[in-house]
């Protein structure tokens, strides 16, 4: 998961020497402190207060790893970083969380915060002075400028063939290696999540959506290998990948064996009496069958949306599927884990409305940091139960934002 800045990082870093100009860092900061991307969480503020708090005082050349994880987090003195990355991760947070602000208020911020990748010490860069229509003129810019590079990103987008075998290996070794790096006590709210799907006599089948339908077409003898294997059943969506690289990694670093099938190749027979995964929403036909008896389910159509059962009424969580794909900038997501009468097994259910919400409710499964942040807040005895999730993500220049819960149930 690769840290990001706000975007503003064109101009000159400003130090604030006066108190005037430091009062206007701090103003700047209790802004993104109240927004909805912070104030949600202890530890995020935390980090962002400490490390501009010092750099005001000129003590930026002291934000250390070590000294960040006994200052802000109360780790001992001699705690293995290597261990707990609990201040780099944050650090990767609050770049993402402040990189989300930007993109939404950065037009109205007389001067942005940023902590650049590789540092804790934060940067302020003071921005230029607009007129004052010079807003509606930049961010109707914005639009266009935004809309034209989505669509080269669409473009190559379409255009990439994704080997899925190499993205589950890389995915899997990648994740293991921050897996194993993560606390103790982490660990702990992932075991209690997935341990139920986990057998060692029994491998868990993924199902991936794919959105095919089953109908047979008929290879030509003219078709060539490289045409075949550039072919539309060969390509595999980005979100896809990264879910399965998500939960390969969890699976592979808890030795739990798994294997892959796309839904219009499963059938009922493959999936009883098993731990099951399913991944992708309305393009994943099971996905879409197991979920319906749920509180929450998916609702496919334009207008697409996770429904509550018990609020039929509430549009919240709904996409419009005919707007134009720049104009989303926002994504929901089912995450589920529950005994389904149908299959009679276990069954994780990472389900998207849209591709970035698949993408995001997978990093939040398989995160140690995300999961004992967020199942503390359920009822207890969630862990021997049914437990369903509503996660949403903002979305910046075409990728998943952090995932966020917004909603759950437990039975």
């Given amino acids: 998961m690769l840290p990001m800045t706000s975007g503003s990082n064109s101009a000159e870093p400003w130090i604030p020497n006066t108190p005037e100009e430091r009062e206007l860092v701090l103003k700047e900061l209790d802004a993104i402190l109240a927004s909805y991307h912070f104030r949600g969480s202890k530890r995020y503020p935390a980090l962002l207060k400490y490390v501009v708090s010092a750099a005001l005082n000129g003590r930026a050349g002291d934000l250390k790893e070590r000294t960040l994880g ?3 987090f109360d780790r001992d003195p001699d705690y293995d970083t ?3 990355t609990v201040v780099r ?8 969380r402040i990189a989300q602000y930007y993109h939404e208020n950065g037009i109205s911020s007389p001067v942005h915060i940023e902590i650049p990748r590789g540092s ?3 940067e302020f860069i003071l921005q230029p002075e607009q007129p004052a229509d010079a807003a509606n003129v930049s961010q109707s810019e914005g639009r266009i400028s935004a809309h034209a590079g989505q669509v080269t990103k669409w473009q190559r987008y379409r255009a990439a063939v994704l080997v899925l075998a190499a993205v589950l290996v890389v ?3 990648v994740g293991g290696y921050f897996y194993r790096r993560a606390s103790a006590a982490n660990n702990t709210a992932t075991d209690k999540l997935w341990t139920p799907l986990i057998k060692p006599s029994e491998p868990v089948l993924i199902v991936v959506g794919s959105g095919k339908r089953n109908v047979d077409i008929p290879e030509l003898a003219t078709t060539s290998f490289y045409d075949y294997m550039t072919g539309p059943e060969h390509h595999v969506s980005v979100a896809t990948a990264v879910a399965l690289a998500h939960v390969s990694g969890v699976l592979k670093e808890r030795g739990g064996a798994y294997e892959i099938k796309e839904d219009n190749e499963a059938n009922l027979a493959d999936l009883r009496s098993r731990p099951l995964i399913l991944i992708g929403g309305t393009n994943n036909a099971w996905t879409m069958r197991l979920v319906s008896p749920l509180r929450y389910r998916l609702i496919k159509g334009p207008m697409a949306q996770i429904q509550d059962a018990k609020n039929p009424g509430n549009t919240d969580w709904l996409i419009d599927f005919s707007k134009p794909f720049p104009s989303i900038n926002t994504d929901y997501a089912i995450l589920a884990r529950f005994h389904d009468t149908t299959t009679d097994g276990p069954v994780m259910v990472i389900a ?5 919400g698949t993408e995001a409710a997978s990093e939040f499964v398989s995160s140690p940091q995300y999961l004992a942040e967020n199942l503390k807040k359920l009822p207890a005895g969630w862990e021997s139960g049914n437990l369903e999730m509503v996660i949403k993500t903002n979305v910046i220049d075409g990728k998943a934002g952090p995932p966020e819960l917004v909603a759950a149930t437990v039975w």
């Fill in 171 to 173: 995915g899997a070794v």
């Fill in 82 to 84: 290597s261990a707990d």
């Fill in 89 to 96: 991760f944050t650090a990767g947070e609050v770049r993402k």
């Fill in 70 to 72: 006994i200052e802000v």
């Fill in 120 to 122: 804790y010490a934060p």
């Fill in 352 to 356: 998207g409305i849209g591709p970035y």
